[in-house]
């Protein structure tokens, strides 16, 4: 069964928009929360991570929302771009731990 | 330029003729991953390696094989490929920290495999 659930898989918006992508976990022994982004033909990057301990976090037009008790967290994406248009995966792992748990991925598609 | 290298890009085979995924990294990192991506499936884990001669299974090892002979190399091995392997590979290494939050890792730009 997948630990980390991801919705939707697909988004499509208009420039401006604000495209926003959820995800939920069971294992709360997870403690670290990294999306990244993926575009065609390369691997994934990590764009912005968060631990359990801050509700939010902002970098640049990137915002991660937390929601500890919920264990869902979410991906913001400020005053969208077409250059915004890729795959974004949330994950998430235990601290030390080795291994990073994918969700399913979303695609985002940003119209001009 | 830090990278992680992986060949070939792509690759067309038959069902049980053995092949070897190459991946190298130039940062001096400890730690080496090897995922599969399918679509709605995100990223599953394969095998993963900690240091030179320290490998472990992931979430879906089964009719696969790693080494790592090398801190720079992680080799993927299919010994049997079968169709249901076919899908879009990636390695992935990072410094191996105290704290993983902290050690983001490093993707190479993926082989893409079809057995069949």
């Known amino acids: 069964q997948q630990q980390v659930k991801q919705s939707p898989q697909s988004l499509i918006v208009q420039k401006g928009g604000i495209p926003i992508i959820n995800c939920a976990y069971e294992?709360?022994?997870?403690?670290?929360f990294p999306w990244y982004q993926q575009f065609p033909g390369k691997g994934p990057a990590l764009l912005i991570a968060i631990r359990p301990d801050v509700s939010e976090k902002k970098e640049g037009r990137f915002t991660i929302s937390f929601n500890k008790s919920a264990k869902q967290f979410s991906l913001h994406i400020m005053d969208s771009q077409p250059g915004d248009s890729a795959t974004y995966f949330c994950?998430?792992?235990?601290?030390?731990?080795?291994?990073?748990?994918f969700g399913g991925g979303t695609r985002v598609l940003v119209k001009p | 330029e830090a990278q992680v290298t992986q060949n070939p890009r792509y690759l067309i085979t038959v069902t049980g003729k053995k092949l070897t995924v190459t991946c190298s990294q130039n940062m001096n990192h400890e730690y080496m991953s090897w995922y599969r991506q399918d679509p709605g499936l995100g990223l599953r884990q394969i095998y993963y390696s900690m240091n030179v001669e320290v490998t472990d299974k992931g979430d879906v090892p089964e009719g696969y094989k790693v080494s790592r002979k090398e801190k720079r190399n992680f080799p993927l091995i299919l010994e049997s490929p079968s169709p249901n392997q076919t899908s879009l590979y990636f390695c992935?290494?990072?410094?191996?920290?105290?704290?993983?939050?902290?050690?983001?890792?490093?993707f190479g730009d993926g082989t893409r495999l079809s057995i069949l």
């Open positions: 994950a998430a792992s235990k601290a030390a731990g080795n291994k990073l748990t």
């Open positions: 992935a290494s990072r410094r191996q920290g105290r704290v993983v939050g902290n050690q983001p890792q490093h």
């Open positions: 294992n709360t022994a997870f403690d670290y």
